[in-house]
């Protein structure tokens, strides 16, 4: 405002100054055409300005005159907030991005139980796509009536836990809802679907351990209980001894459970190393010496062996694993069966050691759980044979701690093929 003041009172000054000099009217004329540029020198500035405004984030033009003092502080007020602004959206995105990374669903919800948001995560869990669900009642889109239930409820102390079928497949969820804000709501779902595997796995364990040891204890306590009972004249030397021997078959077999359930959890429990190197020949050697004695002559041996072929490992383990697979091929091949043990390297560079036998062979559908512990296809045989339920459970646990492969290739009544195979990176020699 005083910069335009003083231009007019120049141009007074001169149009007074010239025209006491040349007559009045050219003063007059003088003063006029200053005031008619300064008109036209601002329409130009408004012009640019005008054109400035349509692209507002760059700097204002230069030499603006007057209006330098007032679009300066604009544009640093919109800088200030343009600068605030990104630091905000930089600060949502951060958030989002955490809530996108949480190992846990999110899942926002207005006060009329809305879908706004939910995570990656909630959409795998539920099955929910954002962009068709949103705005939609989540009563509608989570359909379980046990859900309905709990989120009529006016509080939530706790979660529920949710059985979901998803994808084909069945999905545990623990659902817990919480209120925020002004009326609104937090649902964070947790995939609890392995947790209640595990736990399922270890009830069923410790209720199969129960079982397997308990009849041989009610068979021993019941042998225990006759003996103390019956007067000692009225048993026969021979009833004695028969009696003696059936104990000593239940502790062995509870010895031998007790035994396959520690070396199982020592599977488990103790780190995988890589071992070193182990003359499989030697081990393969000393199991078909056993086998030849727990066999009695019974089955013809076929013997296939690499002398000097090694790989890396921790010798007991492969020991165990060895003579699992050849003990169970003599306790289910009948008499006079042939038994094929084989160790050599495969074309790719694998070691294998194989037992094929020509003995009762496996139906397709056990195939499968012969690995689960005390699975057994015919209890009453692998009980008469001194089995366990347990030897293919460790020799798995063996080969995955080697990275060796066990396959199983049986046809029932035509007996069968189990195979350990070493990767090339476990050679030794
Ligand atoms: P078990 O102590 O009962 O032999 P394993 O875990 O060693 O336990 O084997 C599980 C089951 O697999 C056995 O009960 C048996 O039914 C079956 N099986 C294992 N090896 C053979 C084989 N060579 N021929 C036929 N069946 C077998």
């Known amino acids: 405002m005083i910069k335009t003041l003083i231009s007019i009172g120049l141009w007074a000054a001169l149009g007074w100054l010239i025209g006491s000099w040349l007559g009045a009217n050219i003063g007059w004329g003088l003063f006029s055409f200053g005031l008619v540029c300064m008109i036209l020198v601002s329409g130009l500035q408004l012009s640019r300005i005008s054109r400035w405004v349509k692209d507002i984030e760059s700097p204002p033009p230069p030499s603006l005159g007057p209006w330098d003092e007032v679009l300066a502080p604009i544009y640093r007020k919109l800088r200030k907030d343009r600068d605030n602004i990104a630091m905000m959206q930089r600060h949502v995105d951060g ?9 846990d669903g999110a899942i926002t919800l207005n006060e009329s139980m809305q879908l706004t948001w939910c995570n990656q995560t909630a959409s795998e869990h539920i099955g929910l796509n954002l962009e068709t669900d949103r705005n939609h009642s989540i009563l509608n889109i989570l359909r379980a009536p046990e859900f309905a239930r709990y989120a009529r409820q006016h509080q939530w102390p706790g979660p529920i836990l949710l059985h979901l079928q998803n994808d084909n497949q069945e999905k545990s969820l623990l659902v817990q809802l919480t209120p925020y804000g002004v009326g609104q709501f937090l649902i964070v779902t947790r995939d609890v679907t392995q947790v209640e595997k595990l736990e399922t796995t270890r009830k069923d364990f410790v209720a199969n351990v129960s079982h397997e040891l308990r009849t041989p204890l009610t068979v021993l306590s019941g042998f225990l209980e006759t003996l103390r009972d019956m007067p ?32 199982l959890s020592t599977l488990e429990s103790s780190p995988t190393a890589s071992g070193e190197p182990v003359e499989m020949a030697d081990i393969i050697h000393k199991a078909l010496q056993q086998g030849q004695i727990l066999s009695e002559g019974q089955h013809v041996f076929v013997e296939n ?27 289910y091949t009948p008499k006079d069966g042939t038994i094929t043990v084989s160790w050599y390297l495969t074309e790719s560079g694998h070691a294998c050691y194989s037992v094929q036998d020509t003995g009762i062979g496996i139906a397709s559908q056990d195939l499968p759980r012969l690995t689960e512990r005390f699975y057994r296809v015919d209890r ?21 701690r080697h990275n060796a492969e066990l396959t199983i290739h049986s046809r029932f009544g035509a007996g069968s093929l189990f195979s350990l195979t070493f990767p090339p990176s476990r050679l030794a020699r």
């Open 95 to 103: 958030i989002m991005l955490a809530a996108e990374a949480l190992p």
């Open 232 to 263: 000692a004249e009225s048993l026969s030397a021979e009833q004695k001894a028969r009696y003696q021997n059936m104990m000593l078959e239940q502790a062995q077999r509870m010895q031998a459970i007790v035994a396959d359930l520690l070396t």
């Open 305 to 331: 062996i690499a002398q000097d072929l090694c790989v890396t490992g921790i010798e007991t383990e492969l020991a165990s694993a060895v003579s699992n697979l050849l003990t169970n091929a003599i306790r």
């Open 380 to 400: 009453g045989r692998s009980r008469a044979t001194g089995g366990t339920g347990l030897g293919l459970a460790i020799t798995k646990h063996v080969a995955m």
